[in-house]
């Protein structure tokens, strides 16, 4: 098993940043995908940015340019920089931990982003 534990959501103004974490805790494998998603109301969960521990990243073409996603020194916390934020950006945000085996997905509780002025 592994926890997801996500923090730093909340309300910004357009054009304003917010940075987002998330820490894997228990059965990390050495090798995984880290990945956050989002999903607005009414709308389907959608990839936002993904990152492996080789240091690939891939990002939703709605965001690149804006966001950047990164990983902590101890490679078992990842971050989303949200820069420039639209409010097309609200949504309620979840990291997503994929481990080489297909059993092995797992799913933080999610955090609200709210981009209004």
């Known amino acids: 098993q592994v926890q997801l534990e996500e923090s730093g959501g909340g309300l910004v103004q357009p054009g304003g940043s917010l940075r987002l974490s998330c820490t894997a805790s228990?059965?990390?494998?050495?090798?995984?995908?880290m990945a956050w998603y989002r999903q607005a109301p009414g709308e389907q969960r959608e990839l936002v940015a993904a990152?492996?521990?080789?240091?690939?990243?891939n990002y939703a073409d709605s965001v690149k340019g804006r966001f950047i996603i990164s990983r902590g020194n101890a490679k078992n916390t990842v971050y989303l920089q949200m820069n420039s934020l639209k409010p097309e950006d609200t949504a309620v945000y979840y990291c997503n931990y994929q481990g080489v085996r297909a059993d092995q997905r797992y799913w933080g509780q999610g955090t609200q982003v709210t981009v209004s002025s």
């Open positions: 228990g059965s990390v494998s050495r090798f995984n995908v």
């Open positions: 990152t492996a521990t080789a240091g690939s990243t």
